[in-house]
């Protein structure tokens, strides 16, 4: 069996299909029939004994010649067609529809078309380098000051203020019942009558609540409006503007611990000079084992910018089954369902579906990048650049599954995407910066 030809076909809806003529070869053909009649030969057929029927009784017994031909093209079709299409480096995103023009004959060649939808074959902008932006490789002193700084925050404290004439501040923490209502009327979930310490300027509430607090005293009642809106201008209740109601308790002072020898202890460390050491190799650790990561979605971030026009809609689609197919294969594997994750992660319906169908773009963005990188590139993939795909997953074992299933066509396609990553990752346009 072979492939004749292969030919792209675009739709009006922007559709990609790839039909693609399959030729059998006459040894082909006799093969499948001997196997069709062979399988016949093992029915009860009356007045026969099992494999002694001529082969008139076998073709009249699946309806005629006509038919039992069409049953040797249907063997041939299901045994040769999936290796062949394998083979070629093709992979129908919904079952492929078979095509037969002129019906089979035993003894001579058989022709038949396979057809259906593919990803879409996109080009890029510019296929330069692209320019990314990254940390120092090695750990930088503000980077050892912000971690240390981290760990006196673990290590914290409060002290009462016990000045009775004290005016809130920020950096105060305040102790307050605090009842806040939207525009409607309706109290914000867990904030009815909530009890509660608030660290003014610390991000805990709006900046435009902290502001209404500071200069309050202890024993005060608050009741003032205020805003909460996201930074793009939407908001998390209703249109943002929000009444308050704070009855002012007391106040504490945030005390952090010094970076001596007694926190160094606290941690394990022999003195200060030795936990900033220790930091300082902890950070190197996380740089080598992160940093390689970061460029890899930098760098893809950046050429998925150059893509040249829209995904076509229908592979958005076909991308988002899997998304959802994967994070509900995620959900069982960690002992729940979709109504209690939402429930818990206060999570609405419509806003899960932008979520999905914004991963699923960014999915099908990346794939349709790479795949233009690799083919402009001209890279090409190694039998070894397959066997390092398996590499952990059982080895040969895993392989030879693969090839049986004729799935190798997903293995050779996440090869190639991994060496268009290679290439961007190898020739960015790097820039340190702190």
Known sequence: MEITEINREHSDDGKQELVMTIVASPDDVDAASKRFFADIQKRELKGFRKGKAPRAVLEQSVGGHANAMGGVAETLINELAPAAIDGADVIFIS????????????????????????????????????????????????????????????????????????????????????????????????????????GLGTGQMPATFDEKVVGSKAGETLEFDFDAINEDGTSDFGDGHLHAVVDVKSFRRLVLPPLDDELAAKVGCMDAADMRDQMRRNIGIQKQRELPKIKVDRVIEQVIQRLDGDVPAYYVEFIRQDVGREFMQNLEKDGTNLQQWMLQNQVEGDAMKESIEAEALHRAKIDCALEAIFAEKGLEVADADIDAMFEGEGGEDSREKWESANRMADVRKMARQTKATEWLVDNADVTIVE
């Open 95 to 198: 079952e492929p529809d078979f095509n037969v023009d002129d019906a089979l004959e035993e003894g001579k060649p058989f022709k038949f078309t396979v057809s259906g939808p593919v990803a879409p074959v996109m080009k890029l902008v510019d296929y330069g380098p692209v320019a990314i932006e990254m940390p120092p490789d090695e750990p930088t002193e503000a980077e050892v000051d912000r971690q240390l700084e981290a760990l006196q925050d673990y290590y914290h404290s409060f002290e009462d203020i016990d000045d009775a004439d004290h005016a809130a501040e920020m950096g105060d923490y305040v102790k307050a019942s605090i009842t806040v209502t939207d525009s409607e009327g309706k109290v914000v979930g867990g904030l009815a009558a909530q009890s509660r310490m608030i």
